[in-house]
């Protein structure tokens, strides 16, 4: 008899480990090919009309089983898709499962839905009852619908109204001329595959297809331009193209759509040192993310620098996203490096964002420009090239109190600003809020008045990005608030 023993291991070699692809899975989601296919459908209610549509939907033939239909199934059964249905005016037996390829029931009791389950099992059918989990051996998810291109949503039955929340979430990032785009690239699919290698090639295509689909309309002129450079990126001449996008104030739930798509299909990320981790989380696994923040009081990249690098990421073909902090247009530099890209042939455009002194005024619960009190708004930026106080300002229309000033990056100038508008006779009364860090968690918030401004931007400081208010509209900034922020208030009620 032969005798069998164990390998040992070598003990100074350590065993190969392999890691796991993926966690587990409650449910295995596929996507299944119905055109042409019998699919059996029992009841006639509204909940399986909604079913029927969507089966025809997908091309089935579905042979419904019932002796009264619900109004909106009868519609649906004359609608655009009649052709798809197969009206059988009696109820299911064991014979319907014949040739089916899946099988649903709306049943009116367990015991229905047990015996319509147990019919099928024993047919070899996959079956489905309606909103009856246990007698289910597959279930429909929420759908995002941008047909070719479909996400669906499970959470295998557990909680479907979180399906639908996610489903609703998910359309949002979803342009509904996604679909056109998706059609483009099954169209061009063959082409692509014969005329571009393997790789670096295709993926360059498929990426330029990928970017326009989340930036912009689909056209034809679009798409013409796009089959036009194939053979340019299989020369290796492409060129990329530069956003620059805006991030907001903070809270990565105040980023837009159209940003969002943007880090989604970027190659290649420049992010200001204000730009909060909540918002590089939403961006592409994949994009490579190099900090170039300019903070005062701190080393920081060069601006020449920076240019350079747009320069140079953008003609190696890459999707350079350039995200600054609130709008690139505010106070970002933007100018400077739009006239770089644009003198160098670099295609360049701008995604605006939330500007912090919007997200201020929404923080504190205030109109900046309150019809009794603020006829306007202005933005000052709070330090020049050379880190003092700017001398090209209006200072005498920036002391109108009618007017809600805003001061960006002002903490260092405060006292200055301070006394500059006392000077230019400005009340001491004046409504001032000082806030730090706005959307984030760690923001704070002093209210005072012009008198007391000097204690405010000491109490808040100066480590963190500050914004100064001031105007009468600040008088109606609540004193108290029920928000989990550090706030601090010497503001007392009708100041004005």
């Keep these: 008899m032969a005798s069998f023993m164990k390998p040992k291991l070598l003990p100074n070699k350590p065993r190969k480990r392999t890691p796991k692809a ?8 596929v996507f299944y090919k119905l055109e042409g296919r019998k699919v059996v459908l029992a009841g006639g209610s509204d909940a399986a009309a909604w ?8 091309g089935a033939k579905v042979h419904v089983y019932a002796e009264e239909l619900d109004p909106e199934f009868i519609d649906v059964m004359a609608g655009p898709r009649a052709a798809n249905f197969i009206f059988h005016k009696r109820p299911w037996a064991n014979d319907v499962f014949e040739n089916a390829t899946i099988a649903i029931a709306d049943a009116e009791s367990d015991g229905e839905a047990q015996s319509f389950y147990c019919s099928s099992k024993a047919a070899g059918v996959p079956v489905n009852v309606i909103d009856n989990p246990k007698f289910c051996e597959f279930q429909f998810g929420s759908i995002v619908n941008r047909s070719p291109a479909i996400v669906s949503i499970s959470t295998t039955g557990a909680a479907p109204i979180l399906g639908q929340a996610i489903r609703e979430k998910v359309e949002t990032l979803l342009p509904n001329s996604l679909k056109d785009w998706a059609q483009f690239a099954q169209d061009v699919r063959t082409e692509v595959t014969e005329r571009l290698k393997p790789g ?13 689909a989340f930036t912009r ?10 089959i036009s450079q194939i053979d340019p990126i299989a020369n290796g001449s492409s060129t990329g193209k530069v956003t620059l996008v805006g991030a907001g104030p903070g809270d990565a739930e105040l980023l837009t759509l159209k940003a969002m798509r943007a880090l989604q299909a970027a190659d290649v990320i420049l992010f200001d040192d204000l730009v909060s ?23 920081s990249c060069k601006q020449e620098d920076i240019n350079d690098m747009m320069h140079k990421f953008a003609s190696a073909g890459k999707n350079v996203v350039r995200l600054k902090s609130g709008d690139p247009v505010i106070f970002g530099r933007a100018g400077e490096e739009l006239e770089a890209l644009r003198s160098k042939g670099i295609p360049v455009s701008i995604i605006p964002g939330i500007t912090s002194a919007s997200a201020m005024a929404a923080q504190l619960g205030i109109s900046l420009t309150h019809r009794d009190h603020a006829q306007s708004v202005r933005f000052v930026t709070g330090h ?17 109190e009618t007017t809600t000033t805003i001061f960006y990056m002002g903490g260092r100038t405060a006292p200055e600003i301070r006394e500059t508008l006392l000077e230019q006779g400005m009340s001491a009364a004046t409504p001032v809020s000082i806030c ?5 968690e760690n923001e704070t918030r002093w209210h005072g008045s012009l008198q007391t401004m000097n204690e405010g931007i000491e109490t808040i400081g100066y480590e963190n990005p500050v914004l100064i208010g001031i105007g009468k509209a600040l008088a109606y900034a609540p004193v108290k608030q029920d928000y989990d922020r550090n706030e601090i208030s010497t503001l007392q009620s009708n100041a004005v």
């Design 217 to 226: 309309p689909f056209n034809m002129q679009e798409s013409e331009a796009l």
């Design 384 to 400: 020049s090239k050379q880190g003092k106080l700017p001398i090209h300002i209006d200072w005498k229309a920036v002391a109108d």
């Design 51 to 58: 079913k029927g549509d969507l089966l025809a939907a997908s």
């Design 277 to 299: 981790d909540e918002v590089l989380e939403l961006a592409r696994r994949e994009a490579k993310k190099m900090l170039v923040g300019k903070r005062g009081g701190r080393t």
């Design 22 to 29: 993926i966690d587990d899975l409650a449910v295995l989601p």
């Design 200 to 212: 670096k090639e295709r993926r360059s295509f498929w990426e330029r297809v990928s970017s326009a």
């Design 436 to 440: 730090a860090s706005i959307t984030r």
